[in-house]
């Protein structure tokens, strides 16, 4: 018979005898007056890239949606279910955050399973429709001359955070708070193997060393 996982009930124990102690009033605060994040982190599903450890936050700061590849589909209100519009659409309109970052990473399964046209994922029930979704209708990726298969993948990781941010627009209330200067869009991208973070430089398109910013 499966039971619940040790692991996390030895976690929760942990946090119960030694986090919750000294959060206690902040947790109580949140359960009374609800939460008020300024930021909305659009990740990956991957578990290495938790946007909480990576930003350091507690508890009520950060509000997260994540999904294969941190992918954010356009704006298409129809009569079938879309998570990730629904989330956005809570952030922006009930919660008012100021920021929405878009996290993408090294590494990414769901964007090495799109480079490589691994035949279980495409078409399969879920995935390779969700991946379908990061390109545009007629719009070709293919590997550059000289371009590495490391580098071709980094290249495509990328640019789905570039994808993210523009189908972010595509969302009226999005962008009617961004053009009022209420909110704004960012891009990163996070090292897996190093713990680095790359921040997007909306002048240049460039990723650059959060370390630069320091």
């Known amino acids: 018979?499966?039971?619940?996982?040790?692991?996390?009930?030895?976690?929760?124990?942990?946090?119960?005898?030694?986090?919750?102690?000294?959060?206690?009033?902040?947790?109580?605060?949140?359960s009374e007056r609800g939460q008020f994040p300024e930021v909305m982190v659009i990740g990956c599903c991957d578990s290495r890239v938790s946007p909480e450890v990576i930003f350091d936050v507690g508890p009520g700061e950060l509000f997260v949606m994540r999904n294969i590849a941190n992918l954010v589909p356009v704006y298409q209100p129809d009569e079938n279910a879309h998570g990730?519009?629904?989330?956005?659409?809570?952030?922006?309109?009930?919660?008012?955050?100021?920021?929405?970052?878009?996290l993408?990473?090294?590494?990414?399964?769901g964007i090495r399973a799109f480079v490589d046209k691994i035949e279980p994922l495409s078409p399969g029930d879920f995935i390779g429709k969700w991946m379908a979704m990061f390109i545009k209708p007629g719009e070709v990726v293919e590997q550059r001359d000289k371009e590495t298969m490391q580098q071709f993948v980094t290249r495509i990781e990328k640019a789905a955070v570039f994808r993210s941010l523009e189908n972010l627009m595509t969302f009226p209330f999005v962008k009617r708070a961004v053009e009022r200067g209420d909110m704004q869009l960012h891009g990163?991208?996070?090292?897996?193997?190093?713990?680095?973070?790359?921040?997007?430089?909306?002048v240049t398109k460039e990723f650059l060393s959060a370390k630069e910013n320091e």
């Open 1 to 30: 018979m499966l039971t619940f996982p040790k692991r996390l009930l030895d976690g929760y124990r942990t946090f119960r005898t030694q986090r919750l102690p000294t959060e206690q009033s902040r947790y109580r605060e949140l």
């Open 84 to 102: 990730v519009s629904a989330a956005l659409e809570y952030a922006v309109n009930v919660l008012r955050v100021k920021h929405i970052v878009v």
């Open 104 to 109: 993408g990473h090294a590494q990414c399964g």
């Open 188 to 202: 990163a991208y996070f090292g897996v193997a190093e713990g680095s973070l790359f921040v997007l430089d909306k």
